[in-house]
């Protein structure tokens, strides 16, 4: 936990979430082709914020990095600390495509997370999704305010070309 003047600063991290009723408390975290939901229930003053890295579980059961389970374990966490279900509204962030070339594990997540708001009924009320920049996000769970910083855009990976050979000698580069 980080401090900063006149606020409390959790940063969650893959596979984590973190759950607030403190009005100054801010959630952070950083993401490429992960995906973090913030949801929150506005008339009883209480969010929270997940981070999970795939779409699909994989063997062994339910495990907070995936998408399903990370959102179950957020909305649920929520309602035991007083959040009544009907009231929840969801923003969701995201899911880049950091690597061209390579599967887009980014757009699966995000269409993971909206599956799952759709499929429980949860409205999601703003998202800023997929495109080719991780993000920054600061989320304050008591007023629903969300702060997005774009961090980069992703570049195509260098091919590296082998260097000439001179005689027997080999460059090294």
Not at 92 to 121: H, S, V, W
Request: glycine share 12%; proline share 7%.
């Amino acid at each position: 936990m980080i401090r900063e003047p006149g606020s409390t600063v959790i940063h969650v991290v893959q596979g984590e979430h973190a759950i607030s009723d403190v009005p100054d408390v801010v959630l952070t975290t950083v993401l490429g082709s992960c995906v973090s939901a913030c949801i929150m229930d506005p008339e009883r003053r209480i969010g929270g914020l997940n981070h999970f890295l795939l779409p699909d579980a994989g063997p062994g059961g339910p495990d907070i990095r995936y998408a399903a389970a990370a959102m179950e374990v957020l909305v649920n966490g929520l309602m035991r600390r007083g959040a009544v279900r009907s009231h929840l509204r969801a923003k969701l962030f995201g899911g880049a495509r950091m690597m061209a070339g390579l599967p887009d594990i980014g757009q699966r997540n995000a269409d993971a997370a909206r599956r799952f708001l759709q499929d429980e009924g949860i409205p999601l009320i703003a998202s800023d999704l997929c495109g080719s920049q991780a993000r920054r996000i600061r989320f304050w769970p008591t007023i629903g305010r969300v702060q997005l910083h774009l961090l980069g855009e992703a570049r195509v990976p260098v091919r590296e070309q082998p260097m000439p050979q001179r005689g027997g000698d080999v460059e090294l580069f």
